[in-house]
């Protein structure tokens, strides 16, 4: 869910990839539904290993999830990592309905602080533009 919230905000800013420590292999049907209902498609995503992005020249990681921050690699050249630790909705548990809950609500908590991550960044240029 976070690449897709990211690609919809930022993908004039960044060059934006998703991997984890420990891919489920699949992306979640929820995940799926719940950024379909705010008119972001990632059906077409795939479940990756961080491994596979070592080799790149990455200048900022943002870990989303749990222990992430842990779990997640140096990469070589990095020069900024951000953590905000939310729930894995694919844990949650109860009916279906509580487990759509927990997705809208984990995608919203991400949107949020997303559109507050990229607002910052944004500003950050136009001063730096202004001081040219």
């Known amino acids: 869910m976070a690449?897709?919230?990211?690609?919809?905000?930022?993908?004039?800013?960044?060059e934006i990839h998703s991997a984890g420590s420990n891919p489920a292999g699949?992306?979640?049907?929820?995940?799926v539904t719940a950024l379909e209902e705010i008119g972001i498609d990632i059906s077409h995503h795939e479940s990756k290993h961080?491994?596979?992005f070592l080799d790149?020249?990455?200048?900022?990681?943002?870990?989303?999830?749990?222990?992430a921050d842990q779990a997640c690699p140096?990469?070589?050249?990095?020069?900024?990592?951000?953590?905000?630790?939310?729930d894995d909705p694919a844990k949650a548990e109860?009916?279906?309905?509580?487990?759509?809950?927990?997705?809208?609500?984990?995608?919203?908590?991400?949107?949020l602080v997303f559109n507050a991550y990229v607002a910052g960044y944004r500003e950050g240029l136009a001063h730096d533009e202004s001081m040219v």
């Open 3 to 14: 690449e897709g919230i990211l690609r919809q905000i930022a993908d004039d800013l960044f």
């Open 94 to 111: 109860g009916n279906d309905a509580d487990i759509m809950a927990a997705f809208r609500r984990v995608r919203d908590e991400i949107q």
């Open 50 to 52: 961080v491994n596979g």
């Open 26 to 31: 699949y992306v979640h049907p929820n995940a």
């Open 74 to 86: 140096m990469f070589y050249g990095q020069v900024n990592r951000y953590h905000w630790g939310f």
């Open 56 to 67: 790149r020249d990455i200048h900022t990681v943002i870990t989303v999830c749990g222990n």
